[in-house]
Structure formats: C-alpha cells, structure tokens
C-alpha cells in the first residue's frame, strides 16, 4: 500500500534538547510538507519542499528545520530555539505544488 | 489576507440526523475547495475536492456544495453515524502562489450521540 508514514506517534522533548520527527512516503510525490496544528487554529505551514535538496519556510519556520536529501524523506527537526514546541505535527506529501494531498497520522510533541 | 471560516465551531447532534456544516472564504481567485475529515489525534483525510466551476460533489454520505458567487461551500452529512465524530476542515487552494497559499480553516467539532 502506497502512503505516507509519520514516527514516531508520541514524542516527549525536555528543555533545550533537540528532536527529530520522521516523514516518509512511498507515492512518488515531488512535494511535501510539514504542519503545525495547536488546538482550534488552523493548521499552519511550517516548511515545504518542492524537489530534492530544496525547500522553503512556511509561515513559523523559526526554531525548526529540515532537509530532503530524498525523494521519499522530509525529516522536522524541533530546536531548543522554539520555545513552545508543544503541538500536533502533520506532514503531508502532494504529486505537483499544491495539487492533491495526502496527510500523515500526525506525531504529537510534548515538552516535559 | 485570505481567509476560511467555518461555522459552528462544534456541533453536537444524534446519530441518524442530518447536518450541515459551513465554510466561507475570502480566497480569490481559487483552484479548488477542500474538505477533510479528521479523526481525534490521526491526519485529515480528503472528502471532497470541488474547483470553481463546480457547484457540488458527493462521497457517499458526505455532499459539498460551493457557491463561488458568494465565496460560500457547506458540507452536508446524511444519515448521521457515530463514526462521523471528528473535525471537518474546509482548505481553499488560490489559482496563484504555491503551497504556501493553502489556507485551512479552523474546523468544525462535530459529536455524534447515540
């Protein structure tokens, strides 16, 4: 089955450290995404990638980052420079820049 | 700025009734109109996807309706079940800019009671 796979589901961070979240998908899509949603907001952009080893910042990019050295892989990293981390990540991949979306089962970050 | 409301921000109803949820959006011009469903603590999952031009489309129990005159879409649930317990997203796509131009709205809670 194609899809898109988020790990892991449940992630605790302490103070000051930094965590990775995972986002692999097997549709042979171009793009992909990572979301933030905090509860009644709408889900807001973090970073996309349209292609191999590019991306740009979405709307509240500060204290995170990431890479895609491949197709199949868009890896969120949390830093110590975002100071309330605490949320529900979504990653989502799409064929084209905007056409068609499929979302992950989402990982959800606590800082303790 | 673009924006996507939706009304009510929860709904409550029993099971077998009818609902209907609202989207309105300042987007314009659009490619397309969205809903997704989400399931507590899971990914939105797709329900619907109209383009300016169409005025309705159907995915089982679940019909969309867009009026792009107005900027208004609504999502109609027949024949309520427990299992359409979760938020419903409405996502307007602009016809420019790229993925940074997706505008979600906030979602409608909707509980279904037996």
């Known amino acids: 089955d194609g899809g898109i796979t988020q790990s892991p589901k449940y992630l605790f961070r302490k103070e000051g450290q930094n965590v990775t979240l995972s986002c692999e998908q097997n549709?042979?899509?171009?793009?992909m995404y990572w979301y933030r949603q905090d509860p009644g907001q709408g889900l807001r952009l973090i970073y996309y990638?349209?292609?191999?080893?590019?991306?740009q910042k979405g709307d509240i990019a500060e204290g995170y980052s990431v890479s895609r050295e491949k197709k199949e892989s868009f890896p969120l990293t949390v830093t110590s420079a975002q100071k309330n981390p605490t949320a529900f990540y979504l990653c989502?991949?799409?064929?084209?820049?905007?056409?068609?979306?499929?979302f992950g089962s989402g990982t959800r970050l606590t800082v303790v | 700025k673009n924006q996507v409301e939706q009304s009510p921000q929860s709904l409550i109803i029993l099971e077998g009734k009818n609902c209907t949820l609202q989207?309105?959006?300042?987007?314009?011009?659009?490619?397309?109109l969205r809903w997704y469903k989400q399931d507590t603590g899971r990914g939105p999952v797709s329900l619907t996807i109209?383009?300016?031009?169409?005025n309705t489309k159907s995915n089982g129990r679940y019909t969309a309706t867009l009026d792009a005159d107005t900027k208004q879409s609504s999502l109609h649930i027949t024949a309520s079940q427990l299992s359409d317990s979760a938020s419903y997203i409405c996502?307007?796509?602009?016809?420019?800019?790229?993925?940074?131009?997706?505008?979600f709205g906030k979602g409608t809670h909707l509980i279904i009671q037996p």
């Open positions: 549709l042979n899509h171009d793009a």
């Open positions: 109209m383009t300016f031009s169409e």
């Open positions: 996502v307007v796509r602009p016809s420019e800019g790229g993925a940074d131009g997706l505008t």
């Open positions: 989502a991949s799409s064929i084209a820049d905007g056409h068609g979306y499929t």
């Open positions: 989207c309105n959006y300042t987007v314009s011009p659009f490619s397309n």
């Open positions: 990638s349209q292609i191999v080893n590019d991306f």
